[in-house]
């Protein structure tokens, strides 16, 4: 059964690694969660590792720099893991053709310009539609206007041409600010409905998780299974990702969810949670309303 604790320091001395989500947990996109940040700090100074562990559909230099501009600072966390790390040796590598489709916005480019050392550049071209082989998909191009309906007619077309789709972030939505957006896990979604062939690098598939254990070790920490605590309030990504490992999970409730819990997001209902998790067919470990 899920029990609901009052702060990370409750279990803390369970754990001597993180993997820790970002949007819902530690920002909305807009402004860095102080006491979230305050709880990571906490953490790494009581001895534990923290990696990010974000779908983002960008590398992880693009996520640092959106981290400093929201004032999370560099001793809330260790190492970052992203959906877009995890997708571009594949995308490299020619998994979905040599001539792609990019379904996304401009912000996103840094998928394909900003490669690691070990990821060959300039072997994928980004085309029309017209001319592609396979889709890379990191998002709507204007999530503040755009909904997958938009995208519904091309899509057809490309899954009648038998094109595979990498879905560089598999989230479907995401909270920015007070707002809520699609992610490009929608359009997959989508996609996968048509009868098309989807590639999912992120969040609750096995990819980011090696690399985010890789990132672990290279800090030189040889942490064992049972002492990793994954941190989410995606009940698909997050939840599920963590039970598909075998990791123990803090589900943060008052997140993509919240207002299935009560009036209060910061307190979540028992009898609500429960009633509401087991309907998911989920049971992580621990569930908390914010992460502090």
Known sequence: MTRIIPELAAVSAHYDALFCDLWGCVHDGVVAFAPAVAALQAFRAGGGAVVLVTNAPRPRTDVMRQLQRLGVPRDAWDEIA?????AQWAMASGA?????????AEKDLTFFDDLPQDVPAGTV??????????????????DLTETPEDYRAGLMLAAQNRMPML???????VDWGGR???????????????G????YFGKPHPPIYDLARRRLAALGRDVPEDRILCVGDGIGTDVAGAAGEGLDCL??????????FGPDAAAPDPALLAQWLTAQKAAPRWAIGQLR
């Open 180 to 194: 809520r957006l699609w992610c490009a896990g929608a359009l997959a979604q989508i996609y996968e409905q048509m």
């Open 96 to 104: 979905v053709g040599r001539k792609v489709w990019h379904i996304g």
């Open 167 to 173: 879905c560089v972030n598999p989230d479907i939505v």
């Open 251 to 260: 589900f943060v409730t008052g997140g993509l969810a919240a207002e299935a």
């Open 125 to 142: 071209a980004r085309v029309a539609p017209a001319e592609a082989e396979g889709i890379v998909c990191t998002g709507l191009a204007d």
């Open 82 to 86: 992203t959906s877009g790390d995890a």
């Open 196 to 199: 098309g062939r989807v590639l």
